[in-house]
């Protein structure tokens, strides 16, 4: 089998701000093992049917030391030597094949766990010459009517060891929501069956755990879905698309609603209306911060990625590019900040997986729709160098504002410009419309700066802080003690609840 | 609700449209209609109230208040009087008509009145004519005839029956008005008109719908016939000239089912409906009474009226202060009007003015291109009508509302736009939207030169065929377009015949045609800013380039290239998948080929075995049964790897043959592959395991199920094949051969 590969460009990115003269420094180098331009690429005239290979990475799992890759059209890869330095020294074996749009993998003792339109399936390679010999049933149980937009996401474990699945609301033609399970999240119930745990989801593309074993699902703008959210996935809750309350005169549907939201209103206040109807962790601002996100993925324990350990990675489709979520507990549930990280991928950033070593490894496709990267798909591989990029690692909510943890001390006198230091705050409306525009928005007057000792934890009193509402942060004038500014100077609180003092 | 029944101060938080926010403080003012809250809370009101609540209730249908209901009016200045509001009143109410002094773009008229007695009923329209408001909620004519005797009236009457020469309508033979209710529902009707209580959309229930902008319709099963309806909707603009009821190009068939949709026409035949009571003949001395009654009110001011010409315009005397057509009584000689005291005080804020000249913007109000519309942050669908604009959801709202007009006079070519206006073909390219642009053929020439006047500006970016673009630059401009190192317009932009390889968004091999360079070149550099939320990303964000390799990464060359090879290129963008040869063809060789898809006559979990000796089974997973068999060629999988709509799929062979017979709950399980490939589908059947396997050799399929425990199970067989059953102890062996 002949395949061809480029590589683009071996190229750090996330170069820090710089203070005039010095030389950029990378914390984080880019390496693009493979990307969509080779004249085998299967969109070309050349190429047919078992020629090369159309890596739209579409699913991502470790075995061992492999790397097991499922793709759009069908088929499921391992990149036998994925951490090889020389990109053109990978080497890839076909597992298996003939699968029906593969967008979740998960690894299960020495078997893969596959999604696909109808089923996830086991994948197993009995007599061990390295290629699947028996694709099982795994799990079944929701209707698949045959429009093209009702996807199957998953499975994804979580700390119990529950396998979850997401299922997408059908749109257009042939699309039928109403029955089960649509927009509905689940875990494989023990009889192969799908049990349905949590509804309301619109495209839930993006499943992850964090390092506690919660899991949490991100959601794409859309109709009922303002802006991009990234939720806590569990039992007996809403979350807010109301395209599939059909399916709740199902007999096996889990739990009722006790009402349901009256749209046209503001969030928050449809929010305290329904008591099922939960809030995200985080709001992805639209444009500010992506478009359509994609996969969750924890960053792992310790400095091998950086000082982020344990928050989350957010996978951009649109704007070919990572976020950064970092979630705190406040009364029980999960709120927290995001962050611009990295960008400027060769395509749309779909699947996110961090290899042994710490390194992460990025999935990518632009099937059906556009994205800033021009490729169409690719597989690359983001590596820590080391040295701390300057910025917000952690922001925490406090009785009277928000206590900033930055990365590198900050200098004291650039925490006083008022200009350089603003918060504001809004929400969206909640309706049946196709994203939402940003609505209410309030200044937020900054009364009090404390800066710690060691100049890396900034408490910022704040007035007119308002739940439930998202919390904006413009940080350009603060400067770290060496006189960078940040890497990425904003962040975005969801502020569901303000903790008590 | 009705709209005329909204004004006993119902709260209007949430009817307002978002983009005219009205600060709560004025909607108490005691001039307006909202206002009358304060006085239906005082004790005496209170009082008023309880006899106005029974009145309303017992004149359901037909409510006692009525002020003229102007769209434009209602919707933007119902709230504070206005020299603006009293501008689009002073049109559209007619007063122009007779004084002069409106310089709307499309000035009003009344409609058509000719053929009358084949179109409407007679005592409909003596009814009309003593209490407009009556005949429809809101109608904007008034009432001339008080103070006239009954014989008057009735020679008004007769004289209008005696107009034209009556008209035949075709006999139609099919009427839906199931069909019409949905294109009702769906064609924009509701972006003027109320939905119906029953209808059910993806996104609406006709029975939440509430507005106090909707234009109501006169009880039509009482004015008019079902053939006079279809003949009405085939062809508004020659009954009502001025595109206020703007002309749709209604297919026939469109028209006679909306007209039985909206007349509650339930059979089928349309020659079953009632047809209009035929006038009764009427006395030549009765319709010279009638004409020389027409003549003295100046009808011909607003109507067009055969030999009857309208007096010349008379000014108003501004000192006028709510007396003559806006005295809140009946006076003899004088039309009136049931104005709205805050409709009452525009209008003499309007009147007050020395220059009556009115702002151009108002002309959209008027004449309600706003119901669909945004233009420069004002009017688009209101929060209730929105949910009734429908089309391609995968556009996002783009796919489904009619495009913002914020200077569309630069946006567009002065001829594009003239042929969105007369709907030539192919002008409308959003062809995803269900809502569908009216036709304003004979206004087409002054609104194109009124917008493009409008919206003229000094360009910034020069067009790169004012000089001749190099070949490099329409080749680079072929690559940006393509998805190979391009920016990937393809993927989400049909060209010419050619599908996108996503989403269906507009055709965009022709946009010079339709587009100015200088707004194209802005709008690439920021989608967002023309059309908020729009799915087109920025593909030079920052006014950078994403492909640096193309043209040294030079935004403005790039963008160039791409309006070159658009206007100039031979060709097509690289990328679009070439399907000629069959390359996506599975050719089964060495080992059989399995390829999951949705396929047609097997369903939407379809597993497909394509064997090496040209004889191929889709197999069933949803119901764990084999479902046909054919020969030939497999299974062509482009559809399944590549089109994102994910169509379902047939045989690409032949003599197919479908399995009958196969009946019984079953548990799909899975399959596994022998050394050679072949499969062997797991089943369970009650308690009892199953395994059906296939191979073949020969161009004989052959097939083994092997079962566990219990009785044999029920096996079907493909119809039209031969078979040969062999059976042993928890075994079947099947070969099946074409005659």
């Known amino acids: ?501 | 609700m009705p709209a005329g029944m909204m004004e006993l101060g119902k709260k209007s938080t949430g009817l307002r449209p978002r983009t005219n926010p009205v600060p709560s403080e004025i909607r108490t003012n005691g001039l307006f209609r909202k206002g009358s809250t304060r006085f239906f809370r005082s004790p005496l009101g209170s009082a008023a109230w309880l006899v106005l609540v029974i009145g309303v209730c017992l004149w359901a249908k037909i409510p006692v208040f009525s002020q003229p209901h102007v769209a434009g009016y209602e919707r933007f200045h119902a709230d504070e009087a206005s020299v603006e509001g009293g501008a689009i009143l002073f049109s559209e109410l007619g007063c122009a008509s007779c004084h002069g002094g409106s310089d709307m773009i499309v000035p009003r008229q009344g409609p058509a009145l000719t053929n009358l007695s084949s179109r409407v009923d007679r005592d409909w329209v003596r009814s009309f004519l003593k209490t407009p408001e009556s005949g429809r909620k809101g109608s904007t004519m008034p009432s001339l005839v008080h103070g006239l005797s009954d014989e008057e009236i009735d020679g008004v009457v007769d004289y209008l029956g005696s107009l034209g020469k009556g008209l035949k309508f075709r006999a139609e033979r099919h009427a839906n008005a199931e069909r019409g209710s949905a294109l009702y529902h769906e064609k924009g009707c509701i972006a003027c008109h109320e939905p119906t209580d029953d209808f059910r959309g993806p996104r609406a229930r006709g029975d939440q719908f509430e507005s106090e902008f909707a234009i109501a319709h006169p009880e039509l099963t009482k004015k008019t016939s079902l053939a006079a309806l279809h003949h009405f909707l085939m062809q508004p603009s020659a009954f009502r000239p001025d595109g206020r009821m703007p002309h749709f190009a209604l297919e026939k068939q469109e028209a006679m089912d909306i007209a039985a949709h909206l007349m509650d026409f339930q059979p089928s035949d349309p020659r079953e409906a009632v047809t209009l009571k035929p006038w009764p003949k009427a006395d030549a001395s009765s319709i010279e009474l009638g004409k020389a009654v027409v003549q003295k009110q100046n009808c011909a001011a607003c109507h067009s009226l055969p030999g009857i010409e309208a007096s010349t315009p008379f000014p108003l005397d501004a000192t006028e202060r709510a007396t003559g057509c806006l005295s809140r009584e009946k006076e003899e000689g004088v039309p009136f009007y049931p104005l709205s005291e805050g409709q009452r005080a525009s209008l003499l804020l309007f009147l007050s003015r020395e220059d009556r000249s009115s702002h151009d913007e108002l002309s959209f109000a008027a004449m309600n291109c706003v119901a669909c519309h945004e233009r420069d942050g004002r009017g688009g669908p209101s929060p209730e009508t929105d949910p009734y604009f429908v089309g391609m959801e995968s556009l996002g709202d783009s796919g489904r509302i009619p495009p913002p007009l914020t200077g569309v006079g630069h946006k567009l070519l002065p001829d594009a736009m003239k042929h969105v206006f007369t709907g030539l073909e192919g002008s409308r390219v959003r062809s995803y939207l269900k809502t569908q642009m009216p036709v304003y053929g004979q206004h087409s020439e002054v609104l194109t030169k009124w917008l493009q006047e409008e919206d003229s500006r000094v360009e910034t970016h020069s067009d790169p065929l004012d000089a001749e673009p190099s070949g490099d630059s329409i080749g680079a401009g072929q690559k940006l377009l393509g998805i190979h190192g391009g920016v990937n317009c393809i993927t989400c932009h049909q060209w010419d015949q050619k599908d996108s390889l996503g989403i269906p968004a507009l055709d965009i091999s022709r946009l010079d045609q339709r587009l100015r360079y200088d707004w194209f070149h802005e709008y690439l550099l920021n989608p967002a800013s023309y059309r908020p939320g729009t799915l087109m990303p920025p593909l030079w964000p920052g006014g950078n380039s994403t492909v640096p390799d193309v043209l040294e990464g030079n935004a403005e060359k790039q963008i160039g290239a791409i309006w070159a090879f658009i206007a100039k290129g031979e060709g097509i963008p690289e990328g679009f998948p070439d399907r000629s040869g069959g390359q996506f063809e599975l050719v089964p060789t060495d080992q059989p080929i399995i390829q999951r898809t949705f396929f047609n006559q097997t369903g939407t979990k379809a597993i497909l075995v394509g064997f090496p000796g040209k004889v191929h089974l889709a197999y069933d997973g949803a119901k764990g049964k084999p479902s046909l068999i054919w020969r030939g060629g497999f299974f062509d999988a482009y559809d399944t790897w590549f089109t994102r709509a994910a169509p379902f799929g047939d045989p690409l062979g032949e003599d197919t043959r479908l399995f009958e017979g196969e009946t019984g709950e079953r548990r799909f399980l899975g399959y596994r592959l022998d050394r050679e490939g072949n499969p062997t589908f797991l089943l369970r059947v009650g308690d009892q395991k199953l395994e059906d396997h296939f191979e073949v050799s020969d161009g004989i399929l052959k097939r083994v199920l092997r079962w566990d425990s219990g009785e044999e199970p029920a096996v079907g067989h493909p119809k039209g094949v031969e078979k040969t059953i062999r059976r042993k102890d928890g075994l079947l062996e099947v070969e099946y051969r074409w005659k």
Request: hydrophobic letters at 35%; aromatic letters at 10%.
């Open chain 1, 1 to 501: 089998m002949e395949m061809k590969f480029r590589i683009i460009v071996l190229a750090g990115i996330l170069g820090l701000g710089l203070a005039a003269g010095q030389e950029p420094q990378v914390s984080y180098q880019v390496q693009h093992l493979l990307t969509a331009s080779s004249p085998s690429d299967s969109r070309s005239k050349e190429w047919k049917p078992g020629d090369g290979l159309t890596l739209e990475v579409s699913g991502m799992a470790w075995m061992g030391k492999e790397l097991a890759l499922s793709i759009r059209k069908g088929e499921v890869w391992i990149v036998e030597n994925p951490l090889a330095e020389n990109p053109e020294d990978l080497k890839f074996r076909l597992f298996a094949s003939g699968l029906h749009e593969p967008l979740g993998l998960a690894v299960d003792g020495d078997d893969l766990l596959v999604s696909q339109r109808a089923e996830i399936t086991r994948l197993q390679d009995s007599d061990g010459d390295g290629v699947a010999d028996a694709y099982l049933t795994e799990c079944d149980g929701w209707n698949v009517s045959g429009n093209y937009h009702a996807y199957s996401y998953g499975p994804e474990r979580d700390g119990e060891g529950n396998l979850w699945v997401t299922l997408n609301l059908g749109m257009g033609q042939l699309a039928d929501n109403s029955i089960g399970w649509r927009g509905w999240g689940g875990i494989i119930g023990g009889d192969g069956r799908f049990q349905p745990k949590a509804m309301g989801m619109r495209s839930p593309s993006g499943l992850g755990a964090n390092l506690d074993g919660d899991m949490f699902y991100t959601d794409q703008q859309g109709t009922w879905i303002p802006a991009s959210p990234v939720y806590h996935l569990r039992p007996g809750v809403f979350f807010g698309n109301q395209e599939s309350l059909g399916t709740l005169e199902n007999p096996n549907a889990p739990f009722q609603l006790s009402q349901v939201p009256k749209p046209n209103q503001p969030y928050p206040k449809a929010l305290r209306s329904v008591k099922e109807f939960v809030p995200p962790a985080v709001w992805l601002p639209y444009n500010k911060l992506g478009r359509s996100t994609t996969d969750i993925e924890v960053i792992p324990e310790g400095e091998a990625f950086g000082p982020f350990g344990g928050q989350l990675l957010v996978g951009e489709f649109t704007n070919s590019a990572i976020q950064r979520v970092f979630l705190e507990k406040v009364d029980g549930e999960y709120q927290g900040a995001c962050f611009p990280f990295l960008d400027g991928f060769p395509a749309a950033v779909v699947r996110l997986s961090f290899g042994p070593d710490g390194s992460l490894f990025v999935g990518m496709t632009n099937r059906g729709w556009s994205s800033l990267g021009n490729r169409s798909y690719g597989l690359s591989r983001v590596t820590y160098q080391g040295e701390a990029p300057f910025a917000i690692q952690e922001m925490k909510a406090r009785p009277t504002g928000f206590e900033l943890l930055f990365t590198h001390p900050i200098d004291p006198e650039s925490v006083k410009s008022d200009s350089g230091l603003s918060m504001t705050n809004f929400t969206y409306e909640y309706s049946s419309s196709y994203g939402g525009e940003e609505i209410d928005t309030q200044a937020n007057a900054i009364r009090n700066r404390t800066l710690s000792e060691d100049g890396k934890t900034l408490v910022l009193e704040i007035e007119g802080l308002r739940e439930l509402y998202v919390h904006e942060l413009h940080l350009d004038g603060i400067r770290s003690r060496s006189g960078e500014s940040l890497s990425q100077p904003r962040a975005y609180y969801t502020l569901n609840r303000i903790p008590k003092p």
